[in-house]
């Protein structure tokens, strides 16, 4: 499952036949980079507690290296230790020079990745910061429908 993202092309496919040795190749080495762990051959993707899911799947993304990562949520769920290596994977991306879209409710971690937050409310942007540009009661509140001046 984790390499399957590039099967078309070389080396995972030799003659127009799947090179299986070059997957199983492939899945040990982003098993080994990303620290996922659980894994053992022909077990399926799906298998893997949240956190080594989480980190499969943004090991199979980020290995394409793509201009622009979109995350949605990619913590939810997950235990602390998880959490942090997820949150690693996207700064690395992010200091990779992709662009890395992080969607989330999760406030602690929006300010612990993103470096700008646009804040969304039914579909139009009502507030956009750089990330020590603002509190966590301004966002609150914006992402209520509320203006930051209908606290006081």
């Known amino acids: 499952n984790l390499a399957l993202k590039g099967f078309?092309?070389?080396?995972?496919t030799v003659r127009r036949r799947l090179a299986k040795r070059a997957f199983e190749s492939e899945s040990q080495r982003l098993?080994?980079?990303?620290?996922?762990?659980?894994?053992?051959?022909?077990l399926p993707i799906r298998m893997l507690s949240g956190g080594n899911l989480q980190k499969a799947l943004i090991a199979r993304e980020v290995t394409q290296k793509p201009k622009v990562l979109i995350a949605r949520s990619p913590t939810r769920g997950l235990d602390v230790a998880a959490t942090n290596a997820v949150r690693g994977l996207l700064l690395s991306e992010r200091e990779r020079g992709?662009?890395?879209?992080?969607?989330?409710?999760?406030l602690d971690e929006l300010f612990a990745v993103a470096d700008r937050l646009i804040v969304l409310y039914e579909g139009r942007i009502v507030g956009e910061f750089p990330v020590d540009g603002v509190d966590t009661a301004t966002l609150g509140l914006l992402m209520a429908g509320h203006q930051p001046e209908d606290a006081k």
């Open 98 to 106: 992709a662009g890395v879209l992080l969607i989330s409710e999760d």
């Open 8 to 12: 078309r092309a070389a080396p995972f």
């Open 31 to 42: 098993v080994d980079a990303y620290d996922i762990r659980g894994v053992r051959p022909g």
